[in-house]
C-alpha cells in the first residue's frame, strides 16, 4: 500500500495539460491561457479626464481666475479646439483631454459666470501639470503582453481580455469528465429502496463536485455488477478525459471493475491507499494520443469518495487543465476537546474549524463512519489524525483541511 | 455621502429573498432550502458489513475455530438463511447482516478449509458483538430532520438529498442579473476603437461576475447616453430582479441614468459614497409585489466597477438567494513596504497577500488609478487605507479584503 503523497506523485506524473484551443474570451472563464495576450490599443487610449470639470493650462490657476469656454467635451468625442492661455473647455470624466490642456480642475470648484454663461470662475490656488490626467497608455501599452501564458483566467481577466480585443484566446482545453456509480445495491434516488438496496447518492454528489469545478459531466448512472453492462458503460465512459466510478473497487467476488478496466486497455497505477476513509482507491490510466485517459475507481461510501474526490481528483483536473497540480489547502489547528481514536491509517475525519481568541480550532464531529453523509454535511473540514496514536488532547496541533 | 457601512445597512434592508419554489434536487447547486428535509429511510437500511468478510455469532469466534459456510451475500442481495453458531455466511462490504449474526471477521483473517470449501477458518482471539457492523439507522431514522430550512447546497447536501429521497425540494428562487454598460465611449471588444472610444470591458467582466457566483445573467450590451435607448434598456433590465449598471452616475451633463431610472419608478436609496475607488456609486429600489427590484449603478471605471460588486452587490444577490448578507471576508496584515498616500477617502487599493515568517503580509501594487484593471489582474486583494493619513510604514497592520 502506498502513501497519499505517493499516490499524488504518480496521478501527477500522468495528469498533463491537455491540447490547446480556440475559445471566444466570454466562454474562457476558468480556462488557462495557453499563449500570451498582447495589446492592440494603448490604454488608455488618449490623455483622459480622471473627473469632471475643466480642462485648462495648468499655470493659468489662480484664485479666482476667469476663464473663457470654449466647448465641451463628454466621453466618446473628439476634442476640436485647442485649449491656450486664458481658455478652458468643459470636459467629462474619461473625455480626451483637448490639446494644450495639462490639467483638469475638479467641476466642484468652478462656477460658471458671465455673459451667455461663456466663463468658468475657478476657486482653486493652483494647478500642477498633470493634475486630474491620466496619461496615453499608462496602464498598457499597444504591444504589451497584459496577460502571460499559464494564466487563469476569472472574470477580472475576462475584463483585461476585453480591453485588448481579444475576443478569441488560445486556451487549454478543460478536461471533460464521466461518472459511472456500480454496485447492485443501487436504486436511483427517485425510487424506493426495498430490501437490501440504497439510493445512488454518489453519483449526483460527484456529478456536482464536478459541475461546481467548472467541468462538463456525463453521468452514466448506475452499472450493475455484471461484465456486459459495465463494459459498455466503461468504454463510453471512456470517451472523456477522465472517467470517474465509484464502488466496486474492494476485494469482494463482484468487483468486475478492475478487470472491465483492464480488458479496455486502462492500466492500473495503483489499487488501495494508507488512508481512512477510502483505502480500496484506485487509479489507472489508458494511452491516448490526443492525451492519456485518467481513471479513478472510489469506494463506494460516499464519504470515502468525498474525501478521494478532494485529496486525489480535484488536483488532477486542475493539473489536466493547465493549472498547479495543486494539493488542497492544509492549515493548522488546537483540539477544542480530546479525541480518541485508534487507526493503523492517517484518518481523515469531519470537523468544525471556528477561530476561538485569535487560535484556529477544531471540534471532530460525532461521525459514524464513512457511509454517514449527513454528518459530512454539518462539517467544514477534514481533521487529519496521524496512525496509531489513541489520545489526543484539547489544545493538540493537527492538521486540517478546510472544505 | 454615507459611509460603507451606512450604505450596506440600506441595501441589506431591500435585500430580501425572493419567493420560494420547487425544482429538482439536482438543479439545486446554490440554492437554499426554504423547508426542511426529512429522511423517507432509515441509513443504513439495515443492519450493514463495513468489511468483506464472514458473518458469525461472535461469541464463537476463537483462535482457529472452523465455522460451515451458509450461504454468500453481496450488496443489494437478501440473505435467506440465520446464522447459528457453528456457522458462517461470507459477506460484502454494504450488504445486509442475516439474522443470528453479530460480527462480521474481516476477510485478511480467514482461510477456506474442508472438502468442497465448505468452511472458513479463523484466524482471530475473539470478536466483540457488533463488529464491522453499521446498525439500521445508525446515520439516518425515517422521519429525521438531515437539511434544515436556510441551508445552503452544496455537493455534499446533492448527496443527502438523493440518499433521503428528496428529487424535489422548495428553495428560494436564485435572482436573476441584468448588466448595461453605458456611456458613448463605449465599443464592443470586438471592434478597434476610433479616437475618443474605448472598449466595453465593464460588460462582460460583471457578466463573468455574476456568472461565476451561479446567478443567471442577461448581458444588455451598451446603452448610449441617450434617453429612448437607454429607456427600453433599463425597462428589459427591470423584468429581472437586479440591474446592474455601469457608468452614467457621475455628475457629467449626459448621465441621464437616474432621471431615466426615476421615470420607469426606480427609487434613489443613495448616491455616492465615502470611499475610493467607487464614490460615484448609486443604488435604489423599484417597487414590486413579486419582490423589489435592486438596482445599482456602479462607476464606469472598470476598477471602480469591481470594488462596487464585491463590497455591495455580491452581499446583496447572498441576501436575496437566501443566504446571509456576508459582507467580503477581512483580514488584518502587515504593509511589506513603505506606502505613501492621502485621500480623504478610505482608499482600496490592489495588492499582493503572502505568508511570509508565519505573518500575512501585503504588497501595495504599482497602481495608476481607476482605468487600470490591468494592474488589478495582479492582485489578490484590495488593502484598505483609511482617510487623510499619508505615510505608512513597512510593518504597519491594516485590513485587506482577499479577492
Known sequence: MISVEEALER?????????????????????????????????????????????????????????????????????????????????????????????????????????????????????????????????VRIGDVVLQRGRLIRPIEVGVLAECGATEISAYRLPSVAILSTGNELVSPNVRPSAGQIRNSNGPMLEALVQRNGNAVVNLGVGRDERTDLDWLVQRGLEEDVLILSGGVSAGVLDLVPEVLASNGVEQVFHKVYLKPGKPVWF?????????????????????????????????????????????????????????????????????????????????????????????????CLALFPPSETEFAAGDEIEVYPL
Chains 1, 2 share one sequence.
Open 284 to 380: 489507472g490510466v489508458k494511452k491516448d494520443s490526443q492525451g492519456d485517459k485518467l481513471v479513478f475507481g472510489l469506494p463506494g461510501n460516499p464519504v470515502s469518495s468525498l474525501v478521494c474526490f478532494e485529496l486525489f481528483v480535484r488536483p488532477a483536473l486542475a493539473s489536466l487543465s493547465g493549472r498547479k497540480f495543486s494539493v488542497v489547502e492544509r492549515r493548522t489547528a488546537h483540539l477544542a476537546t480530546r479525541h480518541s481514536r485508534y487507526s493503523d491509517r492517517p484518518t481523515y475525519f469531519p470537523a468544525c474549524l471556528f477561530e476561538h481568541e485569535d487560535k484556529l480550532q477544531v471540534e471532530p464531529l460525532a461521525w459514524k463512519g464513512s457511509a454517514d453523509l449527513r454528518t459530512l454535511a454539518d462539517a467544514n
Open 11 to 139: 496521478i501527477r506524473q500522468h495528469a498533463r495539460p491537455r491540447a490547446t484551443h480556440t475559445i471566444k474570451s466570454t466562454d474562457a472563464l476558468g480556462s488557462v491561457l495557453a499563449a500570451d495576450i498582447t495589446s492592440d490599443v494603448d490604454s488608455p487610449p488618449h490623455d483622459k479626464a480622471l473627473m469632471d470639470g475643466y480642462a485648462v493650462v495648468a499655470s493659468d490657476i489662480a484664485p479666482s481666475v476667469e476663464l473663457s469656454i470654449l466647448e465641451e467635451v463628454t466621453a466618446g468625442d473628439v476634442p476640436t479646439k485647442t485649449v491656450t492661455s486664458g481658455t478652458a473647455t468643459r470636459i467629462m470624466t474619461g473625455a480626451p483631454i483637448p490639446k494644450g490642456a495639462n490639467a483638469v480642475v475638479m467641476i466642484e470648484r468652478t462656477e460658471i459666470v458671465g455673459d451667455q454663461h461663456a466663463k468658468v470662475r475657478i476657486s482653486a490656488d493652483g494647478a500642477e501639470p498633470g493634475l486630474n490626467i491620466m496619461p496615453r497608455g499608462q496602464s
